[in-house]
Structure formats: C-alpha cells, structure tokens
C-alpha cells in the first residue's frame, strides 16, 4: 500500500479563483424554527441505515434537514480566495470544499446554497440528473427518495493546504455523517451509497475549476 505525505499547511498560499455556478431557477427553503429536543445518547444508539423510503420529503421536510445538517452560519474573507466559513459540520481550514447538489425528479441537478438556505437549479444538467439516479436506482429504490451528490471543489482546499487529497475526503465523509444523524433525529431514512457520483455529477458542468464527485446518499421519508 502506498503511503501518502502528510497534509501540510502551505508556507505561503496559493490564490484560488472559485468556481461560477451556473444559475437557474431558485427555491427559498424555510428554516427549521423550532428546537429539537432529544436525547443524544439514544439517538446514537439508534441510529441506522434506512434503505426503503415511503414517501418523497416535500420541500418544508427537505428545508429543515439541509438546514440542520448542512447550513453556513457565517463567513469570512480570506487570503486565500474563497471565503472561509463556519458551518454546522467542520472542514479543514474552514474551507469547505463539499457542494450538495441533489436530485428529486426528472429535470436538472439542484445546488444547496448553504448561505441563502436555498435551492437553485444547474440548466442543461438534466442528463446527469437522470444518470445519477440511475446509478442509485441499480443499487436500490429511490423512486420516492432524493439523491443527494456531493462535489468537492478541490482547490478550495489545495490553496491552504500541500497534500490536500485526504482532507478533501475526509471532509466528504463528515457531511455524509452530518445527514445521517439529521436524519435520524427528524425520523427520515437516510442511505449513503458506496458509489461517488463520477462522472455522472461532473460531466454537464463547465469551468475552468475541477470539480470531482465524493458521494452519493438518499434520503426520504419513512
């Protein structure tokens, strides 16, 4: 197995242009405005991995997760280009390079804005939409569920840090851990999938940035 170096703080950063979005049609969700009160012990202890969704989350129910497991509560500029933010989840130097984008119908991708708690459609992605569900739909039924994507922005993280690789993946792995235990907490089913997402998430993006597809889940109503 071969060993990679250490993620090392750059001596000096690398400026990092972020990537254009393409924007289309954007839907304001609600947040969640009410506390939750649990038990955090037994929501550990019983948090599993649902595999059956009897019902697609409407957009109050898919607001209130997003906002819980995935919002940015407050940014700041940084020397390095993108600003760096403080969200409910944490990401290696605040740099937050994992976007969610997801999947509900026919029609193309949508993007969480985790600032304007919104949703905003990706034109001409409809054909990636269509192939990610159906790389989720040959693992199970996610005729009731929304695919959730997650695409690293790399260099987001590659401007503070020399061997960024693993933290980019680690980072990935937090948000998916984030959704689970959401998820759990309002009563949904949630199922991360052992595929990423490459290249069905990617392809029908343009830009001069990379971008590369770290996951792949579906969440639904119980």
């Known amino acids: ?38 038990d955090l012990v037994k929501l550990l202890e019983e948090r599993e991995t649902l595999r059956e ?5 409407d957009e109050a129910a898919l607001g209130e997760w997003l906002w819980l497991a995935c919002r940015s509560r407050s940014s700041r500029a940084s020397v390095y280009g993108p600003d760096q933010e403080s969200r409910v989840y944490p990401s290696a130097g605040g740099m937050h ?3 969610v984008l997801l999947t509900r119908k026919a029609g193309p991708l949508e993007r969480y804005d985790p600032i304007e708690h919104s949703l905003i459609e990706l034109p001409g992605t409809e054909s990636g939409a269509a192939a ?39 980072d ?8 689970s235990l959401v998820a ?5 089913a949630f199922c991360p999938l052992g595929v990423t997402g490459q290249p069905h998430l990617t392809d029908s993006l343009t830009g001069s940035a990379p971008l590369q597809a770290v996951g792949l889940a579906v969440v639904g109503a119980v």
């Open 1 to 38: 197995m071969s060993v990679h170096p250490n993620p090392i703080p750059r001596s000096q950063s690398n400026r990092y242009q972020p990537y254009a979005w393409p924007g289309g049609k954007r839907t304001l969700l609600a947040p969640r405005s009410q506390s939750l009160q649990l």
């Open 53 to 57: 969704f009897r019902e697609t989350l």
């Open 97 to 99: 390079p994992i976007h």
């Open 132 to 170: 990610v569900r159906a790389a989720a739909r040959a693992l199970l039924d996610v005729s009731r569920g929304a695919v959730i994507g997650l695409v690293a922005e790399t260099g987001k993280t590659a401007a503070k840090y020399e061997h960024h690789e693993s933290l980019v993946w680690r």
């Open 172 to 179: 990935a792995a937090v948000v998916l851990g984030y959704m």
């Open 184 to 188: 759990q907490a309002l009563g949904f």
